[in-house]
């Protein structure tokens, strides 16, 4: 029996499937998806002094995204997150939208620590390889949109709840006072 000949197999394997996803693995690491600085964790949800994170388009292509300030039915306000100053948009031109209300959970580190951490099976590595880095993929990925509402699931009629002022601008408050 030549047992040299399979643990160089094995090896040869292992090397080979690094080789190929190291750079695809640390990509993934690197860019995963950072959580906007002034939304809550999950646990401070209702006691937060500001409003959900909104990235909209317009019918007209417009996209625009930032802190939701006040929504009603002529406007919806965004203190927009490039030049941080209030903007006004109309309601009825907004095409599509994903409102972010907490921070989720990031679980990208588990991509390569549990792709990597295959390879500790061998030549079962062939097999759970591909479960492992597909599963920790889904979850990432799924983490990401936990706290996000999307327009098929949020009318944009109940979008005020996520907003700041919930019950529109006070009046005698002017745009340029948002901070």
């Known amino acids: ?106 679980y990208a580190w588990t991509i390569p620590v549990f792709s990597l951490a295959t390879l500790m099976h061998g030549f079962y590595a062939i097999f759970t390889f591909p479960v492992n880095f597909i599963t920790t993929i889904a979850v990432t990925v799924g983490a990401q949109d936990a706290f996000v509402y999307k327009r098929h699931q949020m009318p944009v009629e109940k979008l005020h709840m996520f907003a700041r002022f919930p019950q529109g601008l006070p009046n005698g408050l002017a745009l340029t006072e948002i901070k």
Do not use: W
Request: contains cysteine; charged residues 20%; proline residues 2%.
């Open 1 to 106: 029996m030549n047992f040299g000949a399979h643990v160089s197999t094995q090896n040869l394997f292992q090397k080979m499937v690094f080789a190929r996803y190291k750079y695809f693995i640390a990509i993934l690491f690197l860019f995963s998806c950072k959580s906007i600085s002034y939304l809550p964790e999950a646990t401070e949800i209702g006691t937060n002094t500001h409003g959900a994170y909104i990235q909209s388009y317009l019918v007209d292509g417009t996209r625009f995204s930032g802190e939701l300030i006040a929504i009603d039915t002529l406007f919806i306000t965004v203190l927009s997150e490039k030049d941080q100053r209030c903007n006004q948009y109309p309601t009825k031109e907004i095409d599509r939208y994903a409102i972010r209300y907490a921070q989720s959970k990031n």
